[in-house]
């Protein structure tokens, strides 16, 4: 019986080439783009997700408006912060972060070339679960001048602080 069916489909397809190949062309373009939305949804869900409160997490953006272009762009004024925490009873907590790209740090006579540095508030890492080997998260961005380094920068300053002549 099933083997009639495939005679069938078989003779189907050898009279109507051009039909079966738009069809055959249709399905693999539906699910390519059908595969290919599931995995940028998948990606988009999955963002930030190993923070122990995210969702609880929101990240405020601006439409700005300048010489006739409209921008989206993730940057609040300073004073937002402190006003959504008093204004709404939703916030329970806010962070600022204020990306500045590189700088140079100077320890003494030594001045380093830092990348990436962001400006944080001390509630930082209430929201964020950053690991941290070195220092105590409640008083860690509690006083102004001190700074919070990756791994890799702190090994980096460190080898060169022990090759300079100091």
């Known amino acids: 019986m099933i083997k009639n069916y495939f005679k069938t489909a078989f003779r189907n397809i050898a009279r109507n080439k051009l039909f079966t190949a738009l069809n055959i062309i249709g399905l693999s ?35 700005y408006h300048l010489n006739g272009i409209n921008m989206k762009l993730c940057t609040a004024c ?55 080997l070195e220092g105590d998260p409640q008083n860690l961005l509690n006083q102004p001048n001190f700074i919070m380094l990756s791994k890799e920068t702190a090994k980096r300053l460190f080898l060169i602080y022990l090759i300079s002549p100091y």
Not at 40 to 63: C, F, M, P
Not at 104 to 116: P, R, S, T, W, Y
């Open 29 to 63: 373009l539906g699910l390519a783009t059908a595969i290919l939305i599931l995995f940028w949804v998948q990606d988009e869900l999955s963002y930030d997700r190993y923070h122990k409160n995210a969702n609880d997490i929101y990240r405020v953006t601006g439409d």
């Open 78 to 132: 300073a004073p937002m912060a402190a006003a959504m925490i008093n204004d709404y009873p939703e916030v329970l907590n806010a962070c600022r972060l204020r990306q500045l790209g590189s700088r140079i740090l100077a320890v003494g006579e030594q001045k380093f070339k830092i990348e990436d540095v962001t400006y944080a508030d001390s509630s930082f890492f209430d929201l964020f679960n950053i690991p941290i």
